[in-house]
């Protein structure tokens, strides 16, 4: 069965600070994978995408993400965190048999520190 | 970008209402659009799917007859609550899609928090 794993429950970093989300996934065949972000009370806001090609893909706000299919991973990255990230973060797989279906991961939440 | 609404923002009823939740895909036809709820610091769990103009799949273990869902055009969704009690307060969210390829991602609402007395 297809599954989605985001070992941090939260994690805290200084605002200026690198920041790496962690992501991985279970699936049979190559995944369709999405992070996804969440400002409380709100809806989710998509961020990036990963569906073929470059390994290496670039989204919204400065975040981009690395698909390593030999560790089945695919994390989020950010080279300087603005207090503005603070939020939780979803990655999530998406898979397309008998309809598509997006499996979401447990969430990160994202504390920045002054 | 795509938008979707989703109305209300936030309802408090009282035990054994019905409420309605609607969502609305404002630019784009949303073949296919997805009902989650989800928990205090949880993540989200996919209620039903539905398909514009078919009766929606729920996933296992949700009350077809408590979520109602009805997809009656390619704009508009809605979700009613049946006789709601406290146990169904939480934070529900809509999400839709613009067509059946793989590639296509999902775009959410802002949610609806559902508080019941």
């Known amino acids: 069965a297809q599954s989605v794993t985001q070992p941090d429950i939260h994690i805290t970093v200084s605002e200026g600070a690198s920041l790496e989300l962690r992501c991985n996934y279970s699936?049979?065949?190559?995944?369709?994978l999405f992070w996804y972000v969440q400002s409380p009370g709100q809806g989710l806001q998509l961020l990036l995408k990963?569906?073929?090609?470059?390994?290496l893909v670039q989204g919204i706000k400065g975040f981009e993400a690395e698909f390593k299919r030999s560790q089945s991973s695919f994390n989020l990255r950010k080279p300087s965190v603005h207090w503005s990230d603070a939020a939780e973060y979803f990655c999530?797989?998406?898979?397309?048999?008998?309809?598509?279906?997006?499996?979401f991961g447990a969430g990160t939440r994202l504390f920045v520190k002054a | 970008g795509a938008v979707v609404s989703q109305h209300p923002s936030r309802v408090i009823c009282k035990s054994g209402t019905s409420v309605k939740i609607e969502c609305r895909s404002l630019?784009?036809?949303?073949?296919?659009m997805f009902w989650y709820r989800q928990f205090p610091k949880q993540s989200l769990m996919l209620m039903a799917t539905?398909?514009?103009?078919?009766?929606?799949?729920?996933e296992q273990g949700v009350e077809k007859d408590k979520f109602l869902i009805n997809h009656a055009s390619l704009t508009l969704s809605t979700l009613t609550v049946t006789s709601a009690h406290p146990e169904d307060s939480s934070f529900y969210i809509c999400?839709?899609?613009?067509?059946?390829?793989?590639?296509?991602?999902?775009?959410f609402g802002d949610g609806t928090r559902l508080s019941i007395l």
């Open positions: 999400s839709a899609r613009g067509g059946t390829g793989d590639g296509i991602p999902q775009h």
């Open positions: 699936y049979g065949a190559t995944p369709y």
């Open positions: 990963y569906f073929s090609g470059d390994t």
């Open positions: 999530a797989v998406g898979r397309n048999t008998g309809g598509f279906k997006t499996i």
């Open positions: 630019d784009f036809q949303a073949t296919t």
């Open positions: 539905s398909n514009e103009g078919s009766k929606a799949t729920y």
